[in-house]
């Protein structure tokens, strides 16, 4: 298989044709109908693995780190270890990591101040699992509630948001790439007195909110230096049609 082949339609053998096209990439890999030798995809594997690790002097950890060596812990590649239930649960099995998967617990909820008697958690498969349970726990505790993001947060966060149904409002970050708080306070101002609804939705009139009229009076002046749009509305309650929809709310 050489650069530039794409994939058309099957062989009589049952495996893809390669014509030239699209596909820039060396090689082009194709999985067929037939079997194949496994030692000739074994020799594969293995230079692809020796290709990987000359790329190891390049990568500093991002996105990947590939500094470590886990020959010496090939073993553990010939047995599966399912943690079934809760990480304190016995396990009929006894194929299992529960213990090692408490200690992990233990040392975080001792990192975060408390202990695993006044917390619940589990080791997840990943930073995108842990995302996504996260933002499942906050759904379930505030199921209107907004989820301020940093522009330099994981792109999981918007994509967990998405599929849980929440709103994400993109707070900017400073040189350094933390979340710039007073842009954090802005939003979150500007939330209260504006709302995001979605159309047709309605919601009655806060305490210490004007009943009707302009409600710009009431936005932070940094916002009204950003742009003063104008909107006002009835009486007793807020339209989504005079809901400004502002550029950084997804």
Same mark, same amino acid.
């Given at each position: 298989?050489?650069?530039?082949?794409?994939?058309?339609?099957?062989?009589?053998?049952g495996a893809?044709? =390669?014509?030239? @096209? *699209? /596909?820039d990439?060396?090689?082009? $890999?194709?999985? @067929?109908q037939?079997p194949?030798?496994a030692?000739?995809? =074994?020799?594969?594997?293995?230079?692809?693995?020796?290709? $990987?690790?000359?790329?190891q002097?390049?990568?500093?950890?991002?996105?990947e780190?590939?500094?470590?060596r +886990?020959?010496d812990?090939?073993?553990?590649?010939?047995?599966?270890?399912?943690?079934?239930?809760?990480?304190?649960?016995?396990?009929?099995?006894?194929?299992?990591?529960?213990?090692?998967? =408490?200690? *992990?617990?233990?040392?975080?909820?001792?990192?975060?101040?408390?202990t695993?008697?006044?917390?619940?958690?589990? *080791?997840?498969? @990943?930073?995108?699992?842990?995302i996504?349970? #996260?933002?499942e726990?906050?759904?379930?505790? $505030?199921?209107?509630?907004?989820?301020?993001?940093?522009?330099?947060?994981?792109?999981?966060?918007?994509?967990?948001?998405r599929?849980? #149904?929440?709103?994400?409002?993109? *707070?900017?970050?400073r040189?350094?790439?933390s979340?710039d708080?007073?842009?954090?306070? $802005?939003?979150?101002?500007?939330?209260?007195?504006?709302? /995001?609804?979605t159309?047709?939705?309605?919601?009655?009139?806060?305490?210490?909110?004007?009943?009707?009229? +302009? /409600?710009?009076?009431? =936005?932070?002046?940094? /916002?009204?230096?950003?742009?003063d749009?104008?909107?006002?509305?009835s009486?007793?309650?807020?339209?989504?049609?005079?809901?400004?929809?502002?550029?950084?709310?997804?």
């Open positions: 298989m050489t650069m530039g082949q794409t994939l058309s339609n099957s062989s009589s053998s893809p044709e =390669l014509t030239p @096209g *699209v /596909l990439v060396d090689p082009v $890999l194709a999985i @067929g037939e194949v030798d030692d000739a995809d =074994l020799k594969d594997l293995l230079r692809w693995a020796s290709d $990987l690790q000359q790329e002097p390049m990568v500093l950890g991002y996105p780190a590939l500094d470590f +886990d020959q812990l090939a073993p553990l590649l010939d047995v599966l270890a399912n943690n079934v239930g809760d990480p304190g649960s016995r396990d009929a099995s006894g194929v299992s990591a529960k213990a090692h998967e =408490l200690a *992990v617990i233990q040392f975080m909820a001792a990192t975060a101040g408390t695993v008697d006044e917390v619940y958690g589990y *080791v997840t498969t @990943g930073g995108l699992e842990g996504e349970r #996260g933002l726990l906050a759904r379930e505790r $505030l199921p209107h509630a907004a989820v301020y993001a940093s522009d330099q947060a994981h792109y999981g966060v918007r994509k967990a948001a599929r849980l #149904g929440m709103r994400v409002v993109s *707070v900017p970050s040189p350094d790439g979340m708080p007073d842009e954090l306070r $802005l939003r979150i101002a500007v939330r209260d007195y504006v709302p /995001l609804g159309r047709g939705a309605r919601r009655q009139t806060p305490p210490r909110r004007h009943p009707d009229g +302009d /409600l710009r009076h009431y =936005l932070p002046r940094r /916002l009204r230096r950003r742009g749009p104008a909107s006002s509305c009486r007793r309650e807020v339209r989504s049609t005079c809901t400004w929809r502002l550029p950084w709310a997804e």
